[in-house]
């Protein structure tokens, strides 16, 4: 490097170092004052010692830290850092602020306005919108009209809609509601997410219309196998989307119910033992399998184990049992109209009751403290549990041979079904003030003996129906008590019916017959 570039860069060094002690001074005088005389000295004795830091060319080599002059002196640089980020901590404080306030605008104008700002998609397919209802529903012999639907209206849209209305929108899905602060214990976080998440507490579906039920037939529930023979007993499980179907072949098998599939998860085969009766514990881990021999079966559907008790040749059999609600009580139909009261996992008698006639029918109440029996006559007794003795007797109006009986799952409304074909509905508290009470109503719909009433869970739906003929099967609404004319209407015959059983959450509606399990798909009804 020649002299002339070294002098060239020295200068120009020079000037940066000239630069930054011009900053340094007026730094100094804003912090401190300094006499301009002590300045003055202090630059005469540079000078004469040869270290002037401003004339670096004539006075020698450079001897400023090169730290000194990329960082400053080390105390000036914490202030200027402080400084800085004071500064900006304000800055911030005053941006959030603001945000606030714009936020509490928008809030404000939402409020005005009742509407809620559309966040924009981040994507957008054409054809979403190109695509109208009317090109993909199309009327035809099975659907009828579609007047109901708009068929001018985007796919799209009916999509939508139909998914909010079934699933509804979950919290965690709404992005125009703030944050709320966490619960700190875990039950608060179980229930958040019980509301949210899942069908089991979603908004009750309406009421349900008197006139016209919506209702598909689906897949019969025993499709993979038909093994079981006349379907005797059909009852979905409480706590899974299951179905138990047992018949006289001595097959017991559990489906999973979903209305396309119905795959069989499981197979329970007892030979030389027709299945008379099958009832599922309310812990929905076991099974009791009842038949008109001297003993009976207990399955535990966990283990996959069954265990066989002999009952008491005086007790009679399982041919015709109920279980109580509470899980403890097994009571079963034995000869001369008596009533066995059992343990329900021991089949160990507790005690016994009488009435007059043969027992047709057992339910309870559900505090599982009332019995109710029905009769081959006319005669319906009620027990009481507790004093385990008669309670109350009366008349069923116009019946001369009792068939079957149920109690709504409100306690309030106690169907009962005559071999004359008549299905009276009684108000049960009048019920239990007289022995010869009036029915609020009365369906004479079919003309033969009534095999099955039932009830759905929330006390709206009444099924009744005849084994004796084809397709006897009828669905009564209440309060109105106004039977469906369009159900099940023109759909596929539906066989003899021998039991009926509503799911959990009354989505479905299965029926048993000589060999088919029918299974309905009430639309009304969300959850399973």
Known sequence: MSDDELSDDMQELNELIAEYREKEQEEETNEQDVDEEEEKSNQNSENKDGKNKNNVETSGPLEVPMDKVLFGDKDK?????????????????????????????????????????????????????????GDVKKETKHTGPLDHLKLD?????????????????????????????KHSDDEGDDDDLLRTVGFLNKPPEGILPDKHISAKRMKDVNRATYAEGNVNSIQFHPTSTAALVAGDKGIASIYAIDGTQNDKLHNIHIPNF?????????CGTKAVFGSTLHYAYLYDLMTAKETRYSLRKNSGNLNNFTISPCGRYLVSAGRCGEIHIQEAKTFEIIASLKQNDNVASI???????????SSDSANVCVFSMRQ???????????CIAGKAMDLAPNQRLLATGSMEGVVNVYDFENVMQTQTPLPIKSFLNLTTAISCVKFNHSSELLGFASSRVPNALKLAHFPSGTVYANFP??????????????SPHSAYLAMGNNKECPLFRLKHFKNY
């Open 77 to 133: 640089l914490l202030k200027n850092l402080k400084r800085a980020v004071g500064q900006k901590a304000k800055a911030e404080e005053s941006d959030t602020q603001s945000e606030g306030d714009d936020e509490g605008d928008d809030k404000e104008d939402e409020s005005s306005t009742g509407k809620k700002k559309k966040r924009k998609p981040v994507w957008v397919d054409e054809d979403d919108e190109a695509i109208q209802l």
């Open 153 to 181: 209206k985007t796919y799209k849209e009916h999509l939508t809609a139909r998914f909010t209305r079934i699933v509804n929108q979950p919290k965690w899905a709404n992005l125009d509601e703030k944050d709320k602060a």
């Open 274 to 282: 027709p299945i008379k009766c099958a009832r599922l514990l309310p």
């Open 363 to 373: 339910c309870f109440t559900n505090d599982s403290q009332r019995l109710i029996v």
């Open 388 to 398: 385990q003795r008669l309670e109350h007797r009366f008349l069923d109006d116009g």
């Open 489 to 502: 209407g023109f759909m596929p015959k539906i066989g003899n019916v021998r039991c009926m059983e509503f």
